[in-house]
């Protein structure tokens, strides 16, 4: 779990995201339940978590926040996606 939040980390920087406190509590709590699905694995399996959070928040936001020019991103927008992503 913890080297999938640090990925977590790395690739939101890398994506010029932003995690809010209450994120990282979900991301902290629901990393370790990622399952590997098909081509999902590893990294990737990682990566699709972040992606998917972040197209979680722009298809459901009434207004996009952005600090900056990164965009935050909530306990919200992650909440249930790693049993989405595992198939539970």
Same mark, same amino acid.
């Given at each position: 779990?913890? $080297? +999938?939040?640090?990925?977590?980390? &790395?690739?939101?920087?890398?994506?010029?995201?932003?995690?809010? %406190? *209450? =994120?990282?509590?979900?991301?902290?709590?629901?990393?370790?339940?990622?399952?590997?699905?098909?081509?999902?694995?590893? $990294? +990737?399996?990682?990566?699709?978590? &972040?992606?998917?959070?972040?197209?979680?928040?722009?298809?459901? %936001? *009434? =207004?996009?926040?952005?600090?900056?020019?990164?965009?935050?991103?909530?306990?919200?927008?992650?909440?249930?996606?790693? $049993?989405?992503?595992?198939?539970?």
């Amino acid at each position: 779990p913890q $080297a +999938r939040a640090a990925l977590v980390r &790395l690739l939101a920087e890398e994506r010029s995201l932003r995690l809010g %406190a *209450d =994120a990282w509590e979900v991301v902290n709590r629901e990393v370790g339940s990622l399952r590997p699905r098909g081509r999902l694995t590893g $990294a +990737r399996l990682v990566e699709a978590y &972040l992606d998917r959070a972040a197209t979680r928040h722009l298809g459901s %936001a *009434d =207004a996009t926040q952005a600090i900056g020019s990164a965009l935050s991103l909530t306990a919200a927008d992650f909440e249930g996606l790693a $049993a989405e992503l595992s198939g539970c």
